[in-house]
């Protein structure tokens, strides 16, 4: 199994910015971004491949977050932008063989998380 590592989290503002960065000890995964806040489902956020870095985002984030990756480092970022009260969560990021992959059950490796808190 890959072993992946969230940092970038922390408190914020609303309507300010955070970057979340997933650091995977392997290559060739599809890498997905989920949140979960207190007393609710994980949420798929978005995903993304190594090899075509085509993007996936669940509705929370389309027009205000954007996933990235960098194949040298192996690593993934989450630039998110325009953040709410609402977006406060832990944000997981876990890996797959499976691409396209935007539900939980699809992955096979997760992070520990990262707590983001946004303030009113």
């Known amino acids: 199994q890959v072993r992946l590592v969230e940092s970038g989290g922390g408190s914020v503002q609303a309507g300010g910015s955070l970057t979340l960065s997933c650091a995977a000890s392997?290559?060739?995964?599809?890498i997905g971004w989920f949140r979960q806040a207190p007393g609710k489902e994980r949420e798929f956020v978005a995903a993304?491949?190594?090899?075509?870095?085509?993007?996936f985002y669940g509705e929370s984030a389309k027009d205000r977050f954007t996933i990235s990756r960098d194949n040298a480092k192996n690593a993934v970022h989450l630039q998110m932008n325009s953040l709410n009260p609402e977006d406060t969560a832990i944000y997981s990021c876990?890996?797959?063989?499976?691409?396209?992959?935007?539900?939980?059950?699809?992955?096979?490796?997760w992070g520990q998380g990262t707590q983001v808190t946004v303030s009113s």
């Open positions: 993304i491949g190594w090899g075509i870095g085509t993007p």
């Open positions: 876990a890996a797959t063989r499976l691409w396209g992959a935007v539900k939980e059950a699809q992955y096979e490796s």
């Open positions: 392997g290559s060739d995964y599809f």
